[in-house]
């Protein structure tokens, strides 16, 4: 059976047997994936599915992640794209994940178990749990798109086998599933410090009860975990061991033991250095790694000025604790502290990855862009989504 016709086999049978049962059958404690919830979620990204898929054919979807599609155009493309996206109507994550999927010419649907056929089942059951509305104004549903769709384009920049390509959608999108944005941010102390880890280990944790309840195997399911876990890895070019000891460094900082621990962070530091641990004899894993860090990455710093600052808002809205970016208090981004934040080790660790330099000309043409509105003292507010730019005007009787 080709993919295409299990498509009209699916959007007949809505959604497939396999997946209405497991939502019905793994309980969560977060209300936000109730039974109920991801029931409806399910049955409204099955109905909308051929048109979901017919839209993504007429955007040319699958041509626009290949490595044939030059830098400037994908850039100038998805952007288009996303940014409509993100007014409304957007495809859900279970039509993007078809077409690729279809791309593929993987068919979850097939009886023979193999290893790719158990991966696109998780990945169609995480495109529903992901497509939840999260209602952070960083870690959102946007977000969520970006990070899968900026991956793909890099496993085909990267040449990734069919194997590696699944492995990488799956853990791309699941590795913010669930996220609970400033709570998720921060440790519950009056020092607000930053939390290790934190939300990576609670995605890993609500995706591992739909994978174990699908039967997948255990070791893919390491595989996908320890991708997540290691998409903080530098860019430069180092032995297994030494990327383990560093992401030890970063999730586990000496002075960790300073802040008041919650009851759960040795157990959490415990299973992410048992899942850092299988790096060591695996660099297949570290690079598939290094990619889901660029993807999750990419559209937030890399793909645009005006992205680029519209996104750092939602960031420093959602670190601040504020609700909701749409705010009627504007939000001020400095152009100077974004050149500083485009300067941060992370940033250069992002651009320092083989898979980024196609778009390193891209990136410093908007670095240029930065320091021209900085040197004409431009500044932006965000207000409710809407990215305006003015130059303050000095107060009477300053020269």
């Not at 601040?320 to 009627?328: A, H, I, Q």
Request: glycine share 4%; aromatic share 8%; net charge negative.
């Amino acid at each position: 059976m080709s993919i295409k016709t299990g498509f009209k086999q699916n959007i007949e049978n809505l959604p497939p047997h396999w997946l209405s049962e497991l939502l019905g059958s793994v309980q969560i404690e977060d209300e936000r994936f109730s039974t109920d919830v991801l029931t409806s979620k399910a049955n409204h990204a099955y109905q909308s599915l051929e048109n979901n898929l017919n839209h993504l054919t007429e955007i040319k979807f699958t041509e626009l992640i290949q490595k044939d599609v030059e830098p400037d155009q994908y850039i100038t493309r998805v952007n288009n794209i996303t940014e409509q996206w993100n007014k409304g109507d957007a495809p859900s994550l279970s039509s993007i994940a078809w077409s690729v999927l279809n791309h593929l010419n993987i068919d979850p649907n097939a009886r023979q178990e193999t290893p790719e056929v158990q991966m696109a089942k998780a990945i169609l059951t995480h495109a529903i749990v992901a497509d939840v509305d999260h209602n952070n104004p960083y870690h959102w549903n946007g977000h969520f798109r970006d990070a899968v769709i900026d991956s793909m384009r890099l496993a085909s920049q990267c040449a990734l086998d069919h194997h590696d390509t699944l492995l990488l959608l799956w853990s791309a999108i699941k590795h913010d599933e669930g996220h609970r944005g400033f709570v998720g941010n921060r440790m519950p102390n009056v020092m607000g410090e930053h939390t290790p880890l934190l939300e990576e280990v609670y995605a890993q944790d609500i995706a591992e009860l739909y994978e174990r309840a699908l039967g997948i195997d255990p070791e893919l399911i390491a595989d996908s975990r320890v991708i997540v876990f290691s998409s903080d890895v530098s860019g430069e070019e180092q032995a297994p061991a030494m990327i383990v000891d560093d992401l030890y460094d970063h999730y586990f900082p000496s002075n960790l033991e300073k802040v008041p621990a919650m009851p759960d962070l040795q157990n959490w530091n415990e299973t992410a250095r048992n899942a850092m641990a299988r790096l060591v004899d695996r660099p297949d894993l570290i690079h598939i790694g290094k990619i889901l860090r660029a993807g999750d990455l990419f559209s937030g710093v890399a793909r645009g000025h005006d992205l680029a600052v519209s996104y750092s808002a939602r960031l420093t809205t959602e670190i601040n604790g504020k609700l909701n970016v749409k705010s009627p208090t504007p939000i001020i981004i400095d152009p100077e502290n974004e050149i500083n934040f485009r300067n941060t080790p992370i940033i250069q660790r992002l651009f320092a990855l083989p898979e980024m330099k196609p778009f390193q000309p891209h990136f410093e043409s908007m670095m240029e862009k930065f320091k021209t509105d900085k040197e004409n003292s431009v500044v932006y507010s965000v207000e409710n989504n809407f990215l305006q730019k003015f130059i303050p005007q000095p107060k009477p009787g300053i020269a």
